[in-house]
């Protein structure tokens, strides 16, 4: 049985100017990182016999994770588009924080971000998730149902800002 996967499916282009700016930071830290590790590399490998030489290795696959970033970077970076405006809209949409409500009466804050600029730290949650499906174009008020792992979970609308 061979290792290949079907393609990921095709994620929204959409990002915030500051998740731009952050992973255009990213490339060029990369550039910088990888060049070090190229030196490190070669120096490593005028060591003498490579295949006992853990330096080496670890050098190797090192760059081998850099260069798979850049690649990556360097796609995508060139197809996002940067949406600068917010809705004129009190309904949820892109770039929205969302305040919201569960049956347990607990209240969590979300921002509705691009998928390169996901993070579990802020709850920047990706448009292309299944909460962020079901919230697009609700209002205050609203209610929410969200089915996961086999259990549904309601959720109120309490507040929405950009």
Same mark, same amino acid.
């Given at each position: 049985?061979?290792?290949?996967?079907?393609?990921?499916?095709?994620?929204?282009?959409?990002?915030?100017?500051?998740?731009?700016?952050?992973?255009? #930071?990213?490339?060029?830290?990369?550039?910088? *990182?990888?060049?070090?590790?190229?030196?490190?590399?070669?120096?490593?490998?005028?060591?003498?016999? #490579?295949?006992?030489?853990?330096?080496?290795?670890?050098?190797?696959?090192?760059?081998?994770?850099?260069?798979?970033?850049?690649?990556?970077?360097?796609?995508?970076?060139?197809?996002?588009?940067?949406?600068?405006?917010?809705?004129?809209?009190?309904?949820?949409?892109?770039?929205?924080?969302?305040?919201? *409500?569960?049956?347990?009466?607990? /209240?969590? /804050?979300?921002?509705?971000?691009?998928?390169?600029?996901?993070?579990?730290?802020?709850?920047?949650?990706? +448009?292309?998730?299944?909460?962020?499906?079901?919230?697009?174009?609700?209002?205050?008020?609203?209610?929410?149902?969200?089915?996961?792992?086999?259990?549904?979970? +309601? +959720?109120?609308?309490?507040?929405? *800002?950009?």
């Amino acid at each position: 049985m061979g290792r290949w996967r079907a393609p990921a499916p095709e994620s929204s282009p959409y990002i915030t100017p500051a998740g731009f700016d952050a992973l255009q #930071r990213e490339l060029d830290d990369i550039w910088l *990182r990888r060049r070090d590790v190229v030196k490190a590399l070669a120096e490593a490998a005028a060591e003498g016999d #490579r295949s006992e030489n853990a330096e080496y290795i670890y050098r190797k696959k090192e760059l081998g994770g850099l260069d798979r970033r850049i690649r990556y970077l360097q796609k995508r970076l060139p197809v996002l588009n940067v949406v600068r405006e917010h809705p004129k809209s009190d309904a949820i949409y892109f770039g929205a924080i969302v305040e919201l *409500r569960d049956d347990t009466g607990d /209240t969590r /804050t979300y921002r509705i971000v691009g998928p390169d600029e996901t993070d579990a730290k802020t709850s920047a949650i990706s +448009m292309d998730s299944p909460l962020a499906k079901a919230l697009l174009a609700k209002h205050v008020g609203d209610e929410v149902v969200l089915s996961t792992n086999g259990r549904s979970t +309601m +959720m109120c609308v309490i507040s929405i *800002r950009y």
